[in-house]
């Protein structure tokens, strides 16, 4: 499932359809502390997936609520 959900991931085109797969996957969390984010599929970490993609935790916390996650 997690080479699933990579491939899956990778087709995502915009942050929208990114969180909105987050979200309707079940199993799948976005994870994130102290600006750095990653996905983990029933708790394990899926490799690869660690980004610093937001520079402080208030961005991430308001995608999320946005996004109903």
Do not use: P, Q
């Amino acid at each position: 499932m997690k080479k699933k959900i990579c491939g899956d991931i990778r087709n995502c085109k915009t942050l929208s359809e990114f969180l909105h797969y987050v979200r309707d996957t079940d199993g799948l969390e976005l994870i994130h502390d102290n600006g750095w984010s990653w996905l983990e599929y029933n708790g394990e970490e899926i490799v690869g997936s660690a980004k610093e993609r937001f520079t402080k935790s208030s961005e991430i916390d308001v995608l999320l609520e946005m996004a109903g996650l």
